[in-house]
């Protein structure tokens, strides 16, 4: 595998706009860049102040500067393209879901190089979601399609651990609780939220979510709560973990997906691929404080808690009758700030 050469120069930042419902407390976009081509997911990393972006169409995975979005340098990962993203920032380690091919990589920050790239049980599913306990230096990837799974990688060998069968009907979205190792998963076939004892590997509850085509989630766990992005029905529902009650239904836009907390400023970010913008919610009261018009399609959302900015996956429109068509407002990540 090589290293691609900084691709700085042409990082093209474009101009969106912005619709602000409350001007006073509402972040708004700062900026917004092209980089790659099908891009996906994107990870922030504190050790480098930087922005991960996986792009599938160019096989490479890009580094942003975080306040300019500049591309820096890129990863080639020519022989399994990524989609989802995480990061174990002890050990500077990229993992990427590379759903074509049902497998996950693992890549050396330091060196740019792949270590490892992990086979699934079975190529008739896909893996979408990934996340890692950095203290216990575990990895959970959600794996979809017949019956829905939760792969579990050693990150000291990263060697495939164990499979944790049967975690619901087309699992997507995936959260932690570390101190009561515990896995939250959205499952999208029944709009409800699966509990995963890790130490049981197995499903031991579920709750409804009061959404439709629920499908990422965000947990709150100081105030016992969980946000809960729901595509068909355009919202975020807000539930209440011990009484596992709807506290409050959120109009979010079209094609509710990405979701993120800003668990400092108290704030939630929801990208809403249809309607083209990302929904910031008061995290205390849930009102909405704003709908930012971000790029064609936005895909995932993060935040660097330490800023407070939110950085987002814009995909880009495609033509199959016009193969020269140019989506300026797609394949772009925009950053969101006060």
Same mark, same amino acid.
């Given at each position: 595998m090589t290293t691609i050469k900084s691709l700085a120069k042409?990082?093209?930042?474009?101009?969106?706009?912005?619709? !602000?419902?409350?001007?006073?407390?509402?972040?708004?976009?700062?900026?917004? $860049?092209?980089v790659g081509k099908g891009i996906y997911e994107l990870v922030y990393s504190e050790a480098g102040n930087a922005v991960y972006v996986t792009s599938v169409g160019t096989k490479a995975i890009y580094k942003l500067d975080a306040k300019t979005l $500049?591309?820096?340098d890129s990863i080639a990962v020519t022989d399994a393209p990524a989609f989802g993203i995480g990061i174990n920032e002890k050990t500077q380690t990229l993992?990427? !879901?590379?759903?074509?091919?049902?497998?996950?990589?693992?890549?050396?920050?330091?060196?740019?190089?792949?270590i490892k790239t992990i086979a699934g049980p079975s190529d008739k599913s896909h893996t979408?979601?990934?996340?890692?306990?950095?203290?216990? #230096?575990?990895?959970?990837?959600?794996?979809?399609?017949?019956?829905?799974?939760?792969w579990v990688i050693d990150g000291k060998t990263n060697a495939l651990e164990s499979v944790i069968e049967n975690t619901g009907k087309t699992s997507t979205g995936i959260a932690i609780d570390k101190k009561a190792q515990k896995l939250y998963v959205t499952n999208m076939g029944s709009n409800q939220i699966g509990i995963v004892d890790?130490?049981?590997g197995k499903l031991v509850d579920s709750i409804p979510t009061g959404g439709e085509g629920s499908t990422n989630l965000a947990l709150d766990l100081k105030n016992n709560r969980v946000f809960v992005a729901?595509?068909?029905?355009?919202?975020?529902?807000?539930? /209440?973990?011990?009484t596992r009650k709807v506290l409050q239904t959120i109009k979010t836009g079209a094609g509710a997906?990405?979701?993120?907390?800003?668990?400092?400023?108290?704030?939630?970010?929801?990208? #809403? &691929?249809?309607?083209?913008?990302?929904t910031v919610i008061d995290a205390k009261d849930y009102k909405v404080l704003a709908d930012l018009k971000t790029g064609t399609y936005p895909?995932?959302?993060?935040? /660097?808690?330490?800023?407070?900015? $939110?950085?987002?996956?814009?995909?880009?429109?495609?033509? &199959?009758?016009?193969?020269?068509?140019?989506? #300026?407002?797609? /394949?772009?990540?925009?950053?969101?700030?006060?």
């Open positions: 042409v990082a093209a930042v474009l101009a969106i706009g912005t619709f !602000t419902v409350n001007s006073v407390q509402a972040q708004t976009v700062k900026q917004t $860049a092209k $500049a591309v820096v993992y990427t !879901t590379n759903t074509r091919t049902n497998s996950v990589s693992a890549i050396d920050l330091k060196t740019k190089k792949v979408r979601e990934v996340i890692v306990d950095e203290d216990l #230096n575990k990895v959970y990837v959600t794996d979809v399609g017949g019956g829905s799974k939760i890790i130490k049981q729901n595509q068909k029905s355009a919202d975020v529902t807000v539930i /209440d973990l011990k997906l990405g979701i993120t907390l800003d668990a400092v400023k108290n704030k939630v970010y929801v990208a #809403n &691929r249809q309607a083209g913008t990302v895909n995932t959302v993060i935040v /660097d808690k330490k800023s407070g900015n $939110a950085y987002v996956t814009n995909k880009a429109q495609s033509k &199959r009758d016009d193969p020269k068509f140019v989506d #300026n407002n797609g /394949d772009t990540v925009s950053l969101i700030s006060l």
